[in-house]
């Protein structure tokens, strides 16, 4: 691989502020460059990405750390790493012409007259400026200003090329068609390009990699997206790349999160402790789905208050990813969660430090179906058979199905249901990570064929003609562990009567939610727009979608009842071996601690105790799926080994530490 | 402009089109010199009324006859005044030139500007017959002291206006010199003087009026030597009020006429800043 032209290390910079003091903008940047690269920095307005910009183009020099331009440390702006400013910054006493032909005559003083002449006539074409050469910049609109700066700036032949919102002023229009122009050129020339830009389509339109960049103060990487749509590019197509939206809604979401965070930091948060609890103004995380009916209750039937929880917000995330990072930067005290998602992060499996997390309450069980597109059932895919038939005829497409998180029991499901009817998930069909608000729209336009995901997207795709249900979720596990209630161990530890308080509220909504008179009542509830905002007879809790005659009669989603919200053991112990299974995580050496640590059973207890529910025990035998392989929890191991398909899966001892209340 | 074939100039339409550009300063100056005419007629005031300039034979005689010269200090109005005129022209000159200089060096350097700022700002204030026995006191001479009094009071707005303009040339000027590594003298020629040229051709008209003003305090201090400053001091030492009234028509008048002198050459020279 050819050496960085540009490589950033480990840079600092701090702006002292008016009344001493300083304003640390920067921290940590590491960032390298390759010849050839387009790099966009995205970001929040004061998140940095001018500041640096302007370090590597050595218009500001770093507090710490190094700018590094073919190995040579950045001291002083010069006319290898050439800026197109914001503001175009022509000099307006000059023509167009005269403009460039500054840049050209400072820094190649070295060519004839006639070349250097050349060489502005020739950037003058480039960008299609001949007509208006001889016109002073305040007589051209904004776009064309643009063109001249940047043909000053490519005149003179910079090894980079530094953008700060090129575009940022100008109207739609101008704006495509200037972009595309830029590419053409980058493309060209092979130039080194950086630029900074708000415009998430921009980014991912221009860029071989996008840097984004967190909130200041102290904003740093938050992360580095590669843009694998192939060159050229054309700005109407590359909308229809399979990569074009997920990238989008990558860079959409780390900016929401971002905004959502400074919402966060922007509050006071003290933590209010009454009624005898350590804390009852909450953050409650959830995702906009069937299963989040208790919260909903709790909220809307007092159960929050009358358990002395006063203060309690619910948050609507867009996606699973977005409660996982509301619990890591502790901006949301408790979560809604898929089951797996507590086993998933105390393993580790969201790729930073081991976070154990606590659930003291199954929320819901079952509420889950695999719908496949409508175009498979035109093609005779009926049953699963079917399906894998269709998959071995046109084994040369890729087949990419929907699932909401690698820890929800729908991947866990689908997998299982895949690999047991010998589809490899892995290797047979692409298995996509997608918000399931999102899975609708994707399998309506093609790019998904079918999705595992929770009510009532199911029922959706089926009333509305894109999809059918090949399997529902009780035919595979009829009663598994749907949504549980998560919070950090360490958050547990410092309020644990607000957690049992918490776990009461809950509770008692799960009862409520249970009672098919009230599901009329549910679905108009849920169809309110801070919830799920859609219309309530498509939000259905009776039988499952698409199947009349289900073969179970049981109510779709249970809420409650004997065994279905104590937390166990076993499940999320079978939940492990799944994980490690698809290799979500290492299988833990330390499994008995951890099941131990993430199961609150005492505080379901004493919740249920004090509610009067003693009666609602654990009655669970062992776990046995459609396909009649017994789970021996004795060995796990055995057990992932005795099942067909299974990746490379290894075992690990995972560090959790030692339980340790929260510091507030 | 096309015109109609046929179409000669046509009075009525002229009228028609100005005439709201015409009427009120008629109206406004005629009712101003005839109410200063009355005043004067009804005897609310001493001051001789405008009508004097014409009824007074000799003020007549100066009015109507401004290039006469008849040796020494008898000469016609226009005469005097391009005494003065190229007395202001040397010391404004001196001025804009140190104004200018000093202001760039102000206006590029914090420190200069932190030393000197306060004195300006104090010099600044002080009226410019107050500078007169100073002049004096430093020159020893009339001429010398009567072009330091005018420069003394035109300098100020070039250099302030001038360090401004410096100060304000846009960050974004600056990066490109940075961006392309110009030299010192090429960051000056091409980016600092055109940049800062609306701000310093500010300070020039705002001087220009202010030398002109300081022409009376100037000329004070130099009995002896033709000018339209000596000539009002001259009318008012021996009480000719119409010749005073004179004077200070012609006084007016130039001031108006440097002005727009200023005026036009901004425009031309500084257009589109």
Same mark, same amino acid.
């Given at each position: 691989?050819?050496?960085?032209?540009?490589?950033?290390?480990d840079?600092?910079?701090?702006?002292?502020?008016?009344g001493g003091?300083?304003?640390?903008?920067?921290?940590?940047?590491?960032?390298?460059?390759?010849?050839?690269?387009?790099?966009?920095?995205?970001?929040?307005?004061?998140?940095?990405?001018?500041?640096?910009?302007?370090?590597?183009?050595?218009?500001?020099?770093?507090?710490?750390?190094?700018?590094?331009?073919?190995?040579?440390?950045?001291?002083?702006?010069?006319?290898?790493?050439?800026?197109?400013?914001?503001?175009?910054?022509?000099?307006?006493?000059?023509?167009?012409?005269?403009?460039?032909?500054?840049?050209?005559?400072?820094?190649?003083?070295?060519?004839?007259?006639?070349?250097?002449?050349?060489?502005?006539?020739?950037?003058?074409?480039?960008?299609?400026?001949?007509?208006?050469?001889?016109?002073?910049?305040?007589?051209?609109?904004?776009?064309?200003r643009?063109?001249?700066a940047? @043909? &000053?700036?490519?005149?003179?032949?910079?090894? /980079?090329? =530094?953008?700060?919102? *090129?575009?940022? !002023?100008l109207?739609? +229009?101008?704006?495509?068609?200037?972009?595309?122009?830029?590419?053409?050129?980058?493309?060209?020339?092979?130039?080194?390009?950086?630029?900074?830009?708000?415009?998430?389509?921009?980014?991912?339109?221009?860029?071989?990699?996008?840097?984004?960049?967190?909130?200041?103060?102290?904003?740093?990487?938050?992360?580095?997206?590669?843009?694998?749509?192939?060159?050229?590019?054309?700005?109407?197509?590359?909308?229809?790349?399979?990569?074009?939206?997920?990238?989008?809604?990558?860079i959409?979401?780390?900016?929401?999160?971002?905004?959502?965070?400074?919402?966060?930091?922007?509050?006071?948060?003290?933590?209010? @402790? &009454?009624?005898?609890?350590?804390?009852?103004n /909450?953050? =409650?995380?959830?995702? *906009?789905?069937a !299963?989040?009916?208790? +919260?909903?209750?709790?909220?809307?039937?007092?159960?929050?208050?009358?358990?002395?929880?006063?203060?309690?917000?619910?948050?609507?995330?867009?996606?699973?990813?977005?409660?996982?990072?509301?619990?890591l930067?502790?901006?949301?005290?408790?979560?809604?969660?898929?089951?797996?998602?507590?086993a998933?992060?105390?393993?580790?499996?969201?790729?930073?430090?081991?976070?154990?997390?606590?659930?003291?309450?199954?929320?819901?069980?079952n509420?889950?179906?695999?719908?496949?597109?409508?175009?498979?059932?035109?093609?005779g895919?009926?049953?699963?058979?079917?399906?894998?038939?269709?998959?071995?005829?046109?084994? &040369?497409?890729?087949?990419?199905?929907?699932?909401?998180?690698?820890?929800s029991?729908?991947?866990?499901?689908?997998?299982?249901?895949?690999?047991?009817?010998?589809?490899?998930?892995?290797?047979?069909?692409?298995?996509?990570?997608?918000?399931?608000a999102?899975?609708?729209?994707?399998?309506?336009?093609?790019?998904?064929?079918?999705?595992c995901?929770?009510?009532?997207?199911?029922?959706?795709?089926?009333?509305?003609?894109?999809?059918?249900?090949?399997?529902?979720?009780?035919?595979?596990?009829s009663?598994?562990?749907?949504?549980?209630?998560?919070v950090?161990?360490?958050w547990?530890?410092?309020?644990?009567?607000?957690?049992?308080?918490?776990?009461?509220?809950?509770?008692?909504?799960?009862?409520y939610?249970?009672?098919?008179a009230?599901?009329?009542?549910?679905?108009?509830?849920?169809?309110d727009?801070?919830?799920l905002?859609?219309?309530?007879?498509?939000?259905?809790?009776?039988?499952?979608?698409?199947?009349?005659?289900?073969?179970?009669?049981?109510?779709?989603?249970?809420?409650?009842?004997?065994?279905?919200n104590?937390?166990?053991?076993?499940?999320?112990?079978?939940?492990?071996?799944?994980?490690?299974?698809?290799?979500?995580?290492?299988?833990?050496?330390?499994?008995?601690?951890?099941?131990?640590?993430?199961?609150?059973?005492s505080?379901?207890?004493?919740?249920?105790?004090?509610?009067?529910?003693?009666?609602?025990?654990?009655?669970?035998?062992?776990i046995?799926?459609?396909?009649?392989?017994?789970?021996?929890?004795?060995?796990?191991?055995?057990y992932?080994?005795?099942?067909?398909?299974?990746?490379?899966?290894?075992?690990?001892?995972?560090?959790?530490?030692?339980?340790?209340?929260?510091?507030? | 402009?096309?015109?109609a074939?046929?179409?000669?100039?046509?009075?009525?339409?002229?009228?028609?089109?100005?005439?709201?550009?015409?009427?009120?300063p008629?109206?406004?100056?005629?009712?101003f010199?005839?109410?200063w005419?009355?005043s004067?007629?009804?005897?609310?005031?001493?001051?001789?009324?405008?009508?004097?300039?014409?009824?007074?034979?000799?003020?007549?005689?100066?009015?109507?006859?401004?290039?006469f010269?008849?040796?020494?200090?008898?000469?016609?109005?226009?005469?005097?005044?391009?005494?003065?005129?190229?007395?202001?022209?040397?010391?404004?000159?001196?001025?804009?030139?140190?104004?200018?200089?000093?202001?760039?060096?102000?206006?590029?350097?914090?420190?200069?500007?932190?030393?000197?700022?306060?004195?300006?700002?104090?010099?600044?204030?002080?009226?410019?017959?107050?500078?007169?026995?100073i002049?004096?006191?430093?020159?020893?001479?009339?001429?010398?002291?009567?072009?330091?009094?005018i420069?003394?009071?035109?300098?100020?707005?070039?250099?302030?206006?001038?360090?401004?303009?410096?100060?304000?040339?846009?960050?974004?000027?600056?990066?490109?010199?940075?961006?392309?590594?110009?030299?010192?003298?090429?960051?000056?020629?091409?980016?600092?003087?055109?940049?800062?040229?609306?701000?310093?051709?500010?300070?020039?008209?705002?001087?220009?009026?202010?030398?002109?003003?300081?022409?009376?305090?100037?000329?004070?201090?130099?009995?002896?030597?033709?000018?339209?400053?000596?000539?009002?001091?001259?009318?008012?030492?021996?009480?000719?009020?119409?010749?005073?009234?004179?004077?200070?028509?012609?006084?007016?008048?130039?001031?108006?006429?440097?002005?727009?002198?200023?005026?036009?050459?901004?425009t031309?020279?500084?257009a589109?800043?």
């Amino acid at each position: 691989m050819t050496p960085p032209i540009v490589a950033v290390q480990d840079v600092v910079k701090n702006f002292p502020l008016q009344g001493g003091g300083n304003y640390l903008a920067l921290k940590g940047i590491d960032l390298e460059i390759r010849k050839g690269e387009f790099i966009s920095l995205i970001g929040h307005s004061g998140c940095g990405k001018s500041t640096l910009l302007n370090m590597i183009a050595g218009l500001d020099l770093p507090t710490g750390g190094t700018v590094l331009l073919e190995g040579e440390s950045v001291k002083r702006p010069g006319p290898d790493k050439m800026v197109v400013f914001q503001n175009y910054s022509l000099l307006p006493w000059l023509t167009v012409r005269e403009n460039i032909a500054l840049a050209v005559d400072e820094v190649m003083p070295d060519l004839s007259r006639s070349e250097r002449d050349a060489v502005v006539e020739e950037h003058i074409a480039m960008v299609g400026l001949a007509h208006a050469a001889e016109k002073p910049p305040l007589q051209l609109s904004g776009g064309m200003r643009q063109r001249v700066a940047i @043909a &000053r700036a490519l005149a003179i032949r910079p090894k /980079l090329l =530094l953008l700060d919102e *090129p575009f940022g !002023a100008l109207d739609a +229009l101008t704006r495509g068609n200037l972009q595309e122009k830029l590419m053409q050129i980058c493309n060209e020339h092979e130039l080194t390009a950086v630029m900074v830009t708000h415009d998430v389509d921009e980014a991912v339109l221009l860029s071989d990699r996008i840097v984004m960049l967190t909130n200041g103060p102290g904003s740093k990487i938050g992360g580095i997206l590669e843009v694998d749509i192939p060159r050229p590019r054309q700005r109407l197509e590359v909308v229809h790349h399979p990569s074009y939206y997920s990238l989008r809604s990558e860079i959409i979401y780390f900016l929401n999160r971002q905004k959502r965070v400074k919402q966060w930091q922007a509050k006071p948060h003290k933590v209010l @402790a &009454r009624h005898g609890l350590e804390k009852v103004n /909450l953050d =409650l995380g959830f995702i *906009p789905l069937a !299963a989040c009916a208790p +919260l909903a209750v709790a909220e809307a039937k007092g159960f929050f208050r009358k358990h002395g929880l006063d203060e309690v917000q619910l948050v609507r995330e867009t996606s699973w990813r977005g409660v996982t990072d509301g619990l890591l930067d502790r901006t949301l005290d408790a979560a809604l969660m898929p089951s797996g998602m507590p086993a998933w992060m105390t393993a580790g499996g969201h790729g930073s430090d081991p976070t154990p997390i606590v659930t003291a309450l199954t929320l819901s069980r079952n509420g889950n179906g695999i719908t496949l597109a409508r175009r498979l059932a035109d093609q005779g895919v009926r049953s699963v058979a079917d399906y894998r038939d269709y998959l071995l005829r046109n084994n &040369r497409e890729p087949h990419t199905l929907g699932i909401v998180h690698p820890a929800s029991m729908h991947n866990l499901l689908l997998r299982y249901w895949l690999s047991s009817n010998a589809i490899d998930p892995d290797r047979d069909v692409h298995l996509q990570t997608l918000p399931p608000a999102q899975m609708l729209a994707d399998l309506k336009d093609g790019s998904i064929d079918g999705y595992c995901v929770g009510e009532p997207w199911n029922n959706r795709a089926d009333r509305e003609g894109h999809g059918f249900p090949i399997v529902g979720d009780l035919e595979i596990w009829s009663g598994h562990p749907g949504k549980v209630l998560g919070v950090r161990e360490d958050w547990a530890l410092a309020y644990p009567n607000t957690h049992i308080a918490l776990t009461k509220a809950l509770l008692e909504a799960c009862r409520y939610c249970a009672d098919p008179a009230h599901w009329d009542e549910l679905s108009q509830l849920l169809s309110d727009r801070r919830y799920l905002g859609m219309k309530p007879e498509l939000i259905r809790f009776g039988t499952p979608s698409g199947c009349a005659e289900n073969p179970h009669g049981d109510p779709h989603t249970l809420f409650f009842g004997p065994g279905v919200n104590r937390p166990s053991r076993t499940e999320h112990l079978w939940i492990l071996t799944q994980l490690a299974r698809w290799s979500e995580i290492p299988f833990p050496r330390n499994y008995v601690e951890i099941l131990e640590r993430i199961c609150a059973v005492s505080v379901y207890s004493t919740a249920a105790r004090e509610l009067g529910l003693d009666d609602v025990s654990y009655q669970r035998t062992g776990i046995e799926l459609f396909d009649g392989v017994p789970f021996n929890g004795d060995d796990p191991i055995a057990y992932i080994n005795s099942l067909s398909i299974h990746q490379d899966f290894s075992v690990a001892e995972i560090p959790i530490g030692v339980p340790r209340a929260m510091v507030s | 402009m096309a015109t109609a074939p046929g179409s000669g100039f046509n009075l009525g339409v002229c009228w028609k089109h100005n005439r709201k550009f015409i009427l009120p300063p008629i109206f406004g100056i005629g009712g101003f010199l005839l109410f200063w005419q009355l005043s004067s007629s009804l005897g609310l005031t001493k001051l001789t009324g405008p009508l004097s300039l014409w009824t007074d034979e000799r003020t007549r005689e100066l009015l109507l006859y401004p290039f006469f010269d008849r040796g020494g200090l008898d000469k016609g109005l226009f005469l005097h005044t391009m005494n003065s005129l190229s007395r202001v022209a040397l010391g404004y000159s001196l001025a804009a030139i140190l104004g200018i200089g000093v202001g760039i060096a102000v206006g590029l350097s914090q420190t200069l500007n932190r030393a000197f700022d306060p004195l300006f700002q104090f010099l600044r204030m002080v009226a410019p017959l107050a500078w007169v026995p100073i002049a004096l006191v430093i020159f020893q001479q009339n001429q010398p002291a009567a072009i330091f009094v005018i420069f003394i009071t035109s300098i100020w707005p070039i250099l302030i206006n001038t360090a401004e303009g410096v100060r304000q040339i846009p960050q974004d000027y600056r990066n490109v010199a940075l961006v392309l590594q110009m030299s010192r003298q090429k960051f000056f020629t091409k980016i600092l003087i055109p940049s800062a040229l609306p701000y310093i051709f500010t300070g020039l008209r705002i001087s220009i009026g202010l030398a002109w003003l300081a022409i009376i305090a100037a000329e004070i201090v130099m009995p002896g030597t033709p000018g339209i400053g000596f000539f009002i001091w001259d009318a008012n030492q021996n009480g000719y009020v119409s010749d005073i009234v004179l004077g200070v028509v012609w006084i007016g008048a130039i001031g108006l006429i440097l002005d727009r002198l200023m005026a036009w050459l901004q425009t031309r020279i500084a257009a589109g800043r």
